[in-house]
């Protein structure tokens, strides 16, 4: 199996768990029978200055809007930054639906939902987010099922999370799917991350 590309989106303000959490899922994931690693993992922004993420912590992305590589799994996280700010970039939404054509699978963590329903990703489908942006989520796009108590909904191509730390979970789903449920448990396990919880 060839190496799958997973690019992750940062913006300024964005929650870092939402993009720190599928980065460790997907770099520590290995092929269980040559150890070898199914994915590589990079970050990519509107611009190559560093992204203030929330809470002040600096992250210097990969690339660019204009020079990331082709993707096979593209990550959108959420936070403040996404639902308060980047929802008004256009930049940012176009990129997004552009890259809705090219990828094999679209995933959203936390309030990135919002951004995703922004840009006509999703629609007239079953979606959650973090618990908090339910309701508000439920009404700025009505003709969206929203729906709480979750980790994550699957819905083929694309799939959406619930709040910050469901995003580690979201990405073991989709490291099963590509790589298998022993690789994805077996990756759990060295991040001491309980599934069952």
């Not at 990129?95 to 939902?113: I, Q």
């Not at 995003?167 to 799917?177: F, K």
């Not at 790589?179 to 448990?185: L, N, R, S, Y």
Request: aromatic share 8%; with cysteine; hydrophobic share 45%.
């Amino acid at each position: 199996m060839r190496r799958l590309n997973v690019g992750i989106l940062l913006f300024n303000e964005v929650e870092v768990l939402d993009f720190a959490g599928p980065f460790e899922v997907f770099s520590l994931a290995e092929n269980v029978e040559t150890q070898m690693k199914c994915f590589r993992v990079f970050t990519f922004a509107e611009y190559a200055s560093p992204v203030s993420a929330r809470n002040g912590l600096r992250v210097c992305p990969d690339y660019t809007f204009d020079d990331v590589p082709e993707m096979d799994i593209l990550i959108v996280p959420g936070g403040y930054g996404a639902e308060a700010i980047e929802i008004n970039n256009q930049k940012l939404l176009n990129c997004l639906k552009t890259a809705e054509g090219r990828v094999d699978t679209l995933a959203s963590v936390c309030t990135g939902a919002f951004l995703l329903a922004e840009a006509g990703i999703l629609q007239d489908q079953t979606v959650t987010t973090h618990w908090m942006d339910l309701e508000a989520l439920q009404n700025r796009y009505p003709k969206l099922t929203v729906i709480g108590d979750v980790k994550f909904v699957d819905q083929g191509k694309i799939l959406t999370s619930g709040g910050i730390s469901a995003g580690i979970e979201l990405s073991l789903h989709i490291v099963a799917r590509y790589a298998g449920a022993e690789t994805a448990a077996k990756t759990a396990k060295r991040m001491a991350y309980d599934v069952t919880a």
